[in-house]
């Protein structure tokens, strides 16, 4: 194998934006680049690491050894390592080996900026060309349009080494997903898809949580380019991508970004604010320049490079407080005295900042669990800049209020309506996540109330009431068709369920949902505005019936939406309207293709008789445990 050879990717300009933390590119320059020098081809590689004495590439192309293949240190005091190694291909496997000018302390480190990774356990890194012809120029040239906040977003969470496994309970790869996947999704009528991290991770337990190869699709399921292939496919069927991105912490594997140059080089020093005592893991510096500009850059990869469409930012409550899951005494307030992380505020806004000026068409999301103020308003306005923000407080409230008997249901009523006290101080998507159906919760179906029919009966209407309420939806896989297991990361989804009938009736419900989501302005287009909702009675907790109207531009398109939330029927109920026309019924949780026992009527003709302070009424059957939609 020949000798290094000088040569550099890296102009001034880039250094003096990477120094301060303004290189939001740094994919192009950092990690390693197949290429050309003097008409001989090889790789250059290029690695952060201003505490080394020296740094080699070290893989199977010199046998691991440490002394051939050193690089050279630039003169610019970057702390940036780089080299052209003639003859190194698409396929070698490598790391760095790197001694620190900290006591002669070494260590053996994957490349941050890898494109590909070894399959775990194996840790080295791939180096790889993931070049790929994109076939999606219809959906990037149209997502503004898709993707606006005025438009429906109905998300399907999805982990992708347990949606579906094959017959010896290997994963389905991203290419057998692209047709599998897609299908189902578009059949089931979502609008989004949202992954749990695909990002390389070495844990299968973390479910992706603990990333060690911010840059590498995970080689779990494929190629670099079979994963584009699955976006692209995904696209192709009109469907938006949504990945989960973790900038909160990261784990201390030798391999990864801790101590990765025998100094505290990505993580904070202070282990008051460098450590995360829940998650066993290390949490970025924020405040330090270039390690900005790595995740910066990281965002803007998978939204260039794999023309992602959104990222649901985790775990941002850990990032915005020092005192986040810590006892007194074990942190230190901010220069004002209070438990704001400051720098992790500035990085986030900076990042929002450079996503939605880049990138046409696409939306931050937070999970953010706490009543942080201005999470989804612009910085400009003094917020964080996400498009949205996870609704934590409408889903435990209501899945609280559902697991109660039916019977005690009319002394909480307050527990949905409450909800609307603050529905629109945040742009909120409405979770049912993973996290709600993993750690002895149950799964959604089993943690309603009453026999089987009554606990689907309660699942329809949930759903019902989730679509209906303003804000986006997610739903976690296996939610559509009421699995009833809880989620197990190790095996597939229990598919079978979907034969019977009340679990294909779950299916059907979130098809028609979906459908009416899509089709009617009403729930889409103010869902982030309090001129998209009005009560018509959230007083009468006696029936436990909830009656309320949801408006988009136009009043003609009005949808009044009835809650009986009880498993007994209500005969003769009168509901107040503002007009005499004809409403026609556009859904009913109990009709029978879903399951239900089909007590309602289609269309109704309202009276003048005046109800719930408007001038006119209808009465109308409620059947058990039901949500109706009437146009």
């Not at 910085?379 to 039916?406: A, I, N, Q, R, S």
Request: proline content about 4%.
């Amino acid at each position: 194998m020949a000798a290094i050879i000088a040569h550099s990717l890296f102009t001034d300009f880039d250094i003096d934006l990477f120094k301060g933390g303004k290189h939001y590119r740094l994919y192009e320059k950092l990690g390693a680049h197949l290429t050309e020098v003097n008409g001989v081809k090889g790789t250059y590689f290029a690695v952060w690491a201003p505490s080394a004495k020296n740094v080699a590439v070290v893989g199977d192309f010199n046998f691991w050894n440490g002394e051939e293949h050193l690089l050279n240190v630039r003169w610019d005091s970057s702390g940036i390592w780089e080299g052209f190694i003639p003859g190194v291909a698409k396929g070698a496997i490598y790391k760095y080996k790197i001694t620190s000018n900290n006591s002669g302390i070494i260590t053996e480190k994957a490349d941050p900026f890898a494109r590909f990774c070894e399959h775990p356990p194996n840790t080295a890194s791939v180096i790889w060309d993931a070049s790929y012809k994109w076939d999606d120029k219809k959906w990037m040239d149209s997502r503004v349009k898709h993707n606006a906040l005025d438009k429906p977003y109905s998300v399907y969470e999805v982990h992708l080494g347990s949606w579906k496994r094959k017959e010896d309970n290997e994963f389905l790869s991203y290419i057998e997903l692209a047709d599998d996947l897609v299908n189902y999704v578009k059949e089931m009528g979502f609008t989004h898809i949202e992954f749990m991290p695909i990002m390389e991770y070495p844990y299968d337990p973390s479910w992706g949580y603990q990333l060690t190869g911010y840059f590498a699709p995970t080689s779990r399921f494929g190629k670099p380019e079979d994963f584009k292939l699955l976006v692209d496919k995904l696209h192709q069927a009109g469907i938006g991508v949504i990945l989960d991105w973790v900038p909160s912490h990261f784990p201390e594997d030798a391999h990864g970004l801790g101590f990765f140059d025998g100094s505290h080089l990505y993580e904070h020093p202070d282990r008051r604010r460098g450590y995360h005592p829940d998650w066993k893991s290390l949490i970025f510096n924020y405040g330090r320049n270039e390690v900005r500009a790595f995740l910066i850059s990281n965002a803007i990869f998978w939204l260039d490079q794999y023309h992602v469409d959104g990222l649901r930012v985790d775990a941002v409550a850990s990032m915005l407080y020092l005192d986040y899951s810590r006892e007194e005494g074990e942190w230190e307030p901010n220069m004002y005295g209070n438990n704001e992380n400051l720098e992790a505020m500035s990085f986030i806004r900076e990042m929002n900042q450079e996503v939605y000026a880049s990138f046409d068409g696409v939306q931050t999301i937070a999970e953010e669990s706490t009543a942080f103020s201005g999470v989804s308003k612009p910085v400009h306005f003094g917020g964080l800049g996400f498009g949205m923000k996870w609704m934590m407080g409408w889903m435990h409230d209501t899945l609280e209020y559902f697991k109660k008997e039916p019977i005690y249901r009319k002394h909480h009523q307050n527990d949905l309506t409450f909800s609307m006290t603050y529905a629109f101080t945040e742009n909120f998507m409405l979770p049912f996540s993973h996290d709600e159906v993993v750690y002895g919760k149950q799964s959604l179906v089993y943690r309603m109330p009453g026999d089987e029919w009554q606990r689907f009966a309660n699942l329809r209407l949930l759903f019902g009431y989730m679509f209906t309420h303003p804000g986006a939806n997610l739903i976690f896989m296996g939610g559509e068709f009421g699995q009833t297991a809880e989620w197990n990361f190790q095996q597939s989804l229990d598919w079978h369920l979907t034969e019977y009938d009340f679990h294909s009736g779950i299916q059907n419900v979130i098809k028609d949902l979906n459908t009416i989501y899509k089709n009617y302005p009403a729930l889409h287009e103010k869902q982030f505005s309090p001129e998209g909702f009005e009560w018509i009675d959230y007083g009468d907790s006696e029936n436990s019936v909830l009656t309320y109207v949801r408006k988009g531009h136009d009043a003609k398109n009005d949808l009044i939406i009835v809650c009986n939330l009880t498993p007994v029927p209500r005969a003769d109920y009168q509901i107040g309207v503002s007009k005499v026309t004809q409403l026609k019924q556009i859904f009913n949780s109990d009709d029978a293709k879903y399951g239900g026992s089909s007590v309602s009527k289609k269309t109704i003709k309202p009276s003048k008789k005046a109800m719930h302070g408007r001038d006119y009424s209808f009465i109308s059957t409620l059947p058990p445990l039901s949500i109706q939609i009437f146009k």
